[in-house]
Each structure stands twice: as C-alpha cells, then as structure tokens.
C-alpha cells in the first residue's frame, strides 16, 4: 500500500551540523516498517524530483514518522526550513524493509545510514549491539541507541569519541559476532560489513542508496549490481527503490 | 461529449497515454492508476535480448526537468511477451503501444518479427531517437536517410501499424518527420529527450556516469509544442506529441498544435497519477468550452 499525501509537520529540530529531525504526521505511518523510506517532495515546483529520506521512528499510535537526514543540497535545505504546521508532500511506505529474525543481532550504521537503524533496533527487542559510525564527536541519535540498544559502541573518523576510525575497526576490535548483522551507510562501509560477516559466517543484511526518480520500481533509474540475475530485467541489476533498498550482503556487488 | 480518437486504423478511448520508459509495462503505476482509464499503455523499449543498460548514476535533477541515461534496460522481448503482455491482457479498455529498441536494423526486426503474432499489441512504436545508447537509438533518426530506410524495413515486417519516434537532437525535425512518413510510417511522436550534461561543481565531475543524459520535464514542453506544430504542418500523418506534459493544459497546447494523442512523461515520476489527473482536466476543459469532439481541436492552432 503506497499513499502520497500532504504530511503535517509535528516538529524539527537541528540534532548536529547539518544533520535535521523532522516529525511528520502522516498515513504513511499506519503501513511503514524499519528500513523502508518515504520520498518527500519538494515545495518549489522547479525541484520535480521526490528526495528518497530513511525512515527512522515510526510511531503508529500518534501516526507520526521521524525523518532524520542531511542537508547535502537545495531540496534538504528546504527540508531543513519546515517547521511545525508547515505540510508537504510525501509517497510512501517505499521498499522493502530489514527482515526481523530472531537471535542476537549487531545493527551497524554510517553517517546518514545511523537514522534507519533506530527504529530497527527497538523492534528487534533486547539483544541488539548497536555499533555506529560518526564523522567527529557530533553524535546524533547516539542518546537514543544507548536506550534502545542493550550496548551502544561508538566509532568516529577524528577518534574524538569511541573507536579511532570505521565501524568495521570497532566490530573487529570487539570480536562481535551474532546471528545476524543489519548495515546501512556509504557502499566502502557496507563492503567492509559485508566481509566482516562473510568472515564470521553471519548471516548480514546491507541498505543500498542510490539517485532515485520514480522511486517506485518503473523507471530502472536506481539500480544496483545484483550477483545473480534480477526478476525484471533478468540482467544483472537490481532495483534499490523497489526490490531494496535491503538487501543480503550476499546478493549484491558491494 | 466524444475522446476517443484513431490513428492508423486503431482506436483510443481517449487520447491521453504515458510516455516509453517512465511507467514501465503500467505495473508500478498500477497501484495508482486505472490503466484500464488510459488511451494507451506504452510499454518500456524492449529489445530481442536483455540489456543491462548503463552504469549508475543514471539520473540527475536540473532545474525544472531532468536528465537519464538508463541506457534501454529491458528484459528483453522473450520475458516481455510472456510477463509483460500477460500483465497487460486484464486492460481490455486501453491500447498497448510496444516500444521496440535495437542496436541495428535486424535487431528491431527481430523483435518487430516476434510481436507480430501477440493479439495484445495494438501498435509499434519504433525507437529511433535515445540519446543514451551508442549504436542504434538516436543513430538512426538523425539522418533522414537512415529514418526512411529503417522506417521501410521494419514497415515491411510489421502486423501492427507502426509509430517511429523521432529525436529532437537535429537541426530540423519536419526533415525526419517527412522521411518516415515516406518511409511508411503509421504516424510519428516527437519529442524524445534533448541531450543534455550536468558537472558537480563540488566533485568538479560528471553528475551522470554516461557524462550525457536525456533531458525531460516542463523546461523542455515549449520546444516540444514547437516541433509538434512543425511536424502537423508537413507530415499528413498522425502525430503522438509528448514532451514535457505535466498538466491538462499543457495536453490541451500539444493537441491544438497538431497531435492526435499526448504521452505523459516525467510528471509520473512526481505524481504517480498524473495521467488520469490530465485525461480529467481535458475533459473539464471540453465541458467548459462546449467542445462536443476533441478531434475538433486537433491542429486547430495555425
């Protein structure tokens, strides 16, 4: 079920430099699971194309979805300007979510790729080690994954805080191992993941970003190379909006 | 009040169809459209085997439009018979248009071949005009030579009537147009994208891994409307315009400068139903001007 609406704006408040929250209530609540995202669309009507933004809370009792992206050009720094009252339009839920299994589970985030693992990481339950990657020690979300989390390690870039460098360096200085790793974040980082759980023979979900247009699966603008031979083009590209953005680490070239 | 309208023999409910390569075989779109409201389905280019298309990215945004340069990803005409035609035999109410893609004249000919015995295909539309593959596409229908011949070739294999799609990359279009229609041609839509760049200023590189891509959106539909005109006023045979449309009013511009029919493009990928919202305003647009057959205004504008 896919809906595009006029979402109200519950909130919005700066979480680091260039980093935004935004509470959006919105239908799309109602049907959205961990991993998938919405396209919000821009208000100037010179900007045509939905930006695709990861979905981060979804809170189904208040119908609300929390958004947290990065002002990375003119259609986020819109974004960034909304505030409450404020509507704007979004399509959604889009994509396939992070299957939840069971057992014990280490979710992994990068940069922009720390927002989707939050609500991930309260669905999932109890045993959840949260491992998340930041630039410096502007450690947005990182509050809320001590709660949510049964243990949050942290790695940053500059060593300000927690591990000196990837989150592959932090899952390997901490031996962790589970039964199933989550990842989402710049493709160098979801290979490093992606080897890391090969090595370990865990079974290991990655979230593919990719530019969009449709964002429902018809235009083929977004695709990722796919080991095996995909279902629509039967060639060797999968589409990230529709047949991802999650998929096994296993099932793509990373 | 009549919509309906014919071209080559074939009826249209209506005259509002969805453009190659932005709504697929109507699946996706399914969810958000009655495909059984529209004209046509006009399905996604397809070829004689798969092709993987381009490397990513393949989209960038520009102002008021965008670039692609997909590249022709299809599954080929085999899986597309089978799959997509299949998909597509529940929509009794809406013509299906095929776009057929080939790298030469005997890799369309296959594929025009093998559509021949499907009762579902109601007509051809002939790619001769994408900016983003190296050979075929847009080689073809740059050279009126090449369009004549081509248009010939597939003309003499085709069951269905057959559309040739011409490029807006040339330096008068009424010369391509004139070339097909003595080439056989059924009818004609123009336009396809217009070959366009975009650098990141920051990475001082290519937005597009192809450098190049198709541009469409409303900032290319005056130039489209333009060309339309141009092509109702040398060809005798009927236009599909397409270009830019994102509203009924620019629909109702392209049919008073000469199409027969419109495709909707790029506004699907910002609003899913943009399609069925159009076909809804030229309608209300014929109920205020007491306008008893859209064909009355076909080419009205001189």
Redesign the interface.
Same mark, same amino acid.
């Given at each position: 079920m896919k809906i595009k609406e006029q979402a109200e704006v519950i909130g919005q408040k700066k979480l680091a430099e260039g980093v935004y929250s935004l509470l959006l209530k919105t239908t799309i609540s109602a049907y959205a699971v961990p991993g998938q995202f919405i396209s919000i669309f821009s208000n100037d009507g010179s900007k045509l194309l939905p930006r695709p933004i990861s979905i981060c809370e979804i809170d189904k009792e208040n119908g609300t979805l929390r958004v947290v992206y990065r002002v990375v050009g003119k259609g986020t720094t819109e974004f960034s300007s909304l505030t409450e009252g404020d509507s704007v339009e979004v399509m959604g839920p889009l994509g396939n979510g992070f299957p939840l299994e069971p057992g014990k589970a280490i979710v992994v985030g990068g940069g922009i790729g720390v927002p989707p693992m939050l609500e991930l990481t309260k669905q999932l339950g109890n045993d959840v080690v949260a491992v998340m990657g930041y630039r410096n020690d502007d450690l947005f979300l990182a509050d809320e994954f001590i709660d949510a989390a049964s243990e949050l390690i942290v790695a940053t870039d500059d060593g300000s805080v927690g591990v000196h460098g990837t989150v592959v360096d932090a899952m390997k200085e901490n031996d962790l191992v589970a039964d199933v790793i989550y990842a989402c974040g710049p493709k160098p980082m979801l290979k490093g993941v992606a080897e890391y759980a090969a090595a370990k023979n865990i079974k290991c979900y990655v979230s593919m970003e990719e530019r969009m247009a449709c964002g429902v699966g018809a235009c083929l603008g977004c695709v990722c190379e796919s080991k095996e031979k995909d279902d629509h083009s039967h060639v060797n590209n999968k589409r990230v909006c529709k047949d991802g953005p999650v998929f096994l680490s296993t099932e793509v070239v990373l | 009040m009549n919509t309906k309208v014919t071209i080559a023999g074939v009826e249209f409910q209506n005259p509002i169809m969805e453009a190659s !390569?932005? +709504? !697929?075989s109507g699946? #996706?779109?399914s #969810? +958000?459209v009655d495909l059984n409201k529209l004209g046509a389905v006009v399905t996604?280019g397809v070829a004689n085997v798969?092709?993987? $298309?381009n490397p990513?990215?393949?989209?960038? #945004?520009v102002?008021? !439009?965008?670039l692609?340069a997909?590249g022709l990803?299809?599954?080929?005409v085999e899986?597309f018979c089978e799959r997509d035609l299949k998909f597509l035999e529940s929509f009794k109410d809406t013509r299906v248009l095929v776009n057929v893609c080939g790298h030469s004249a005997e890799e369309y000919i296959e594929v025009v071949d093998r559509l021949a015995s499907e009762k579902r295909v109601d007509m051809l539309e002939i790619n001769i005009s994408c900016p983003n593959v190296k050979e075929g596409g847009i080689a073809f229908g740059q050279d009126p030579k090449a369009v004549e011949e081509i248009t010939r070739l597939v003309k003499a294999h085709a069951k269905q009537p057959i559309v040739m799609k011409l490029s807006p990359n040339v330096t008068d279009i009424k010369v391509m147009a004139k070339a097909a229609e003595a080439g056989g041609a059924d009818a004609i839509s123009l336009i396809n994208t217009l070959t366009g760049m975009k650098i990141d200023v920051e990475r001082q590189n290519f937005v597009l891994a192809n450098k190049t891509g198709g541009m469409s $959106?409303?900032a290319v539909h005056p130039i489209a409307v333009r060309m339309v005109y141009e092509c109702a006023n040398a060809v005798n045979i009927p236009i599909i315009g397409m270009g830019g449309i994102s509203t009924w009013e620019d629909a109702v511009e392209m049919i008073l400068a000469g199409a027969t029919a419109v495709s909707i493009g790029?506004a699907? +990928?910002?609003n899913?139903?943009a399609t069925t919202d159009i076909l809804q305003g030229v309608i209300n647009y014929m109920e205020r001007k007491k306008i008893d057959d859209i064909n009355d205004i076909i080419g009205i504008v001189k």
């Open positions: - | !390569g932005t +709504f !697929g699946m #996706e779109y #969810e +958000f996604k798969p092709w993987a $298309g990513t990215p393949r989209i960038a #945004e102002s008021s !439009g965008m692609n997909i990803q299809n599954p080929g899986v $959106g409303p790029t699907n +990928f910002y899913p139903t």
